[in-house]
Every structure is written in structure tokens, then in C-alpha cells.
């Protein structure tokens, strides 16, 4: 039989600014759902106010850590908390990453592409931008970053890994050059031993499809790429969103585990 609950590693807080509850209230959404166990990854701080009003401020870490803190040990019979980030891959950013990455001793790092150069792609507030873009050369870029973010060396998962589809926009099917840098990407992924988040959260938006693509769930299960589930909650009542579904999917791509972190230590935990 096909495990009813996977780990959920994907949620926020309202220190990011868009996403609401306690940590609390997302715990226990997760026991009334029978979920064993649950990791945090908050939108990570930026230096200088790059992006600030879409996530914490470095002071917040600290507080950030305490109430999740606390509410693993109240928590402590009933569901495992793991504690990470969802970390911005902005390239030149490397001191920064190790800086955040050193801050505290973190279950998982989750290395996340939102932006293209200084394009914040999956911002609604600059949808606009996409009318002067061309959506191939967008996806290749995006898949390129991503490859970028693979090979850095901070990151234990590739969170939403086709993000650049969360409006809608879609590459022409079978471009070549989309292909090639697809595969790129999950190579790049497979060479740096990381995992990919199979993410519920496109269900939630435009696109309404589930992160990645089914072709490239097929080929990261392919080469053997290790999988974790997020639903990429920012509300309580998103946690877990459609788990069942992305664990079917996996199954029907022959996937027979998924992984949890503990540490930054990757733990297999079979499907069936
Ligand atoms: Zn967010
Ligand atoms: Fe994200
Ligand atoms: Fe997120
Ligand atoms: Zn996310």
C-alpha cells in the first residue's frame, strides 16, 4: 500500500509578509491530517533590501527559530518539526548564503529561483513584464539559474523546480533548446547529490499544475534524483495540500521513496 502521508517541508510564516498563522496552527493542521512530520522554510532575509517586502529581516531569524522551537517541544509526541529556509539563489550572492547557511545548525536548506537576473518572474506585481519577454528563451534562462543554484553547494532541495510556468506562460512543446536545459538542470541536480520538492503549491496558482512538469518528474526518476513533498503553505489550512496527489505521481514514475532531512542529513522513507 501507498504511504497515506509524506513529510510536508514547505511552509512559511507571516514574518515573510504574505502568509498567515502560527507556527502553531500549521502543526496542528498537520497532526488532524495524521502527518508525521513538518519543516518550516521560511522566505530567507536579503542584505542591502533586496526584495524586503516578501520576507523576514535578518533580526527576525532569532525569533523565527524560538517560536518553531517552541512549538517542537509542545509538539514532541505527536509530530517531528524540522527547521530550514527557503533560500533565494541570486548569483553573487554567495557570501550571503554561507553567512545564513553558518547562522544556525538548520535540518534543510531549500534553494529556491525567483528571480531572472533582477526579473522577479513569479511576482503578480510584475506580471506586466512578461508581455516583452520571450517565453522560450525565459524558460531557458530560468532552467539555467536553476542549474546555477544546483552547483552553488548551499542547497539540499530545489524547491518548485519549474516555477517559470506558475502564470500560465508555456515554452512551445518539444523546443529544443528548452529540452537541453531542462535536462541541464537535472543533471546539474543529479551531479550535486540534492534533491528535488515535488510542490503542490502550482495547484494552487495559474498555472495549476503540480512543480515540476510530469516530463521531468519522469526524467529525475530516471536518474535517480532523491524527492521531498511541499506544499508550500502560507496559510494553515494549505498544509499538506494535495500530498496524496503528488505521491501518486511519484509512484506512477516508478519513484519508491521520498526523503526527509534531518541535520542536512537525507533519509529515505519508503513509498510503499
Ligand atoms: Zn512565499
Ligand atoms: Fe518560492
Ligand atoms: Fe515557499
Ligand atoms: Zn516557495
Known amino acids: 500500500m501507498l504511504l497515506t502521508t509524506v513529510p510536508d517541508y514547505h511552509m512559511h510564516t507571516p514574518r515573510c509578509n504574505h502568509a498567515i498563522g502560527d507556527v502553531i496552527e500549521y502543526a ?45 517541544a509542545h509538539f514532541a509526541a505527536d509530530l517531528k518539526i524540522r527547521v530550514g529556509l527557503e533560500l533565494d539563489y541570486v548569483p553573487h550572492h554567495e557570501a550571503w548564503l554561507q553567512k545564513l547557511s553558518d547562522y544556525y545548525d538548520w535540518d534543510y536548506l531549500i534553494g529556491s529561483v525567483h528571480f531572472i537576473g533582477d526579473w522577479a518572474f513569479d511576482n503578480e506585481d510584475h506580471l506586466d513584464d512578461w508581455q516583452h519577454k520571450n517565453i522560450n528563451e525565459a524558460y531557458v534562462s530560468y532552467y539555467d539559474v536553476v542549474a546555477e543554484s544546483a552547483k552553488s553547494g548551499f542547497f539540499d532541495v530545489i524547491g518548485h523546480p ?10 512551445t512543446a518539444n523546443d529544443p533548446a528548452v529540452h537541453a536545459a531542462e535536462e541541464r538542470m537535472l543533471q546539474a541536480v543529479k551531479q550535486a547529490n540534492i534533491a528535488l520538492e515535488i510542490s503542490s503549491a502550482g495547484l494552487r496558482k495559474p498555472v495549476a499544475e503540480v512543480y515540476p512538469h510530469a516530463r521531468i518528474l519522469a526524467r529525475a526518476a530516471e536518474l535517480g534524483i532523491p524527492f521531498c513533498f511541499g506544499s508550500d503553505a502560507h496559510a494553515p489550512g494549505e498544509v499538506g495540500y494535495a500530498m496524496q496527489d503528488c505521491v501518486q505521481m511519484l509512484d506512477a514514475c516508478g519513484v519508491s521513496a521520498i526523503h526527509s532531512f534531518e541535520k542536512r542529513q537525507r533519509c529515505l522513507l519508503s513509498l510503499r
Open 28 to 72: 496542528q493542521v498537520a497532526v488532524q491530517l495524521g502527518i508525521k512530520e513538518i519543516g518550516f522554510s521560511d522566505h530567507c532575509p536579503m542584505p542591502n533590501g533586496f526584495d524586503a517586502q516578501w520576507r523576514m529581516s535578518y533580526e527576525q531569524l532569532d525569533a523565527y527559530l524560538s517560536e518553531i522551537e517552541a512549538a517542537r
Open 162 to 171: 519549474d516555477l517559470i510556468k506558475k502564470f500560465g506562460h508555456r515554452a
